[in-house]
């Protein structure tokens, strides 16, 4: 099943995690407030499970300035085409690091 892809190679967005309504994350919440953290891949065929952030993870605020690097893809497990448009995976460069992250959790530079 394919989904409409938000965001293309080179675009510029900004992180805002938190800030949608209460559903999945991809991130991990630190004790700075309005800072998360990402991780560097997210599992697509077991997610939504207990385990599905591997590699390193970075620090982010809201509002950082990212660039996409790639479309990954949605999660397996997503069969409504609305869930599969708002978890599908981008992979971003935040200051020097690549992580992944939700398409719900990016917005767009310029609207």
């Not at 938190?18 to 309005?34: D, I, L, N, Q």
């Not at 990954?72 to 020097?96: H, Q």
Request: hydrophobic share 40%; with cysteine.
């Amino acid at each position: 099943m394919s989904v409409e892809k938000i965001f293309g190679a080179g675009d510029l967005v900004l992180v805002d995690v938190g800030s949608t309504e209460a559903s999945f994350a991809t991130y991990e919440p630190t004790m700075t407030p309005g800072a998360y953290f990402l991780y560097e891949k997210i599992d697509l065929d077991s997610f939504p499970s207990y385990n599905d952030f591997f590699g390193s993870k970075i620090k982010v605020k809201n509002g950082t300035l990212g660039s996409i690097v790639q479309a990954v893809g949605a999660p397996g497990r997503m069969m409504s085409s609305r869930a599969r448009k708002k978890y599908y995976v981008y992979e971003i460069l935040i200051e020097g690091s690549v992580c992944q992250i939700f398409a719900k959790d990016l917005k767009p530079t310029i609207s």
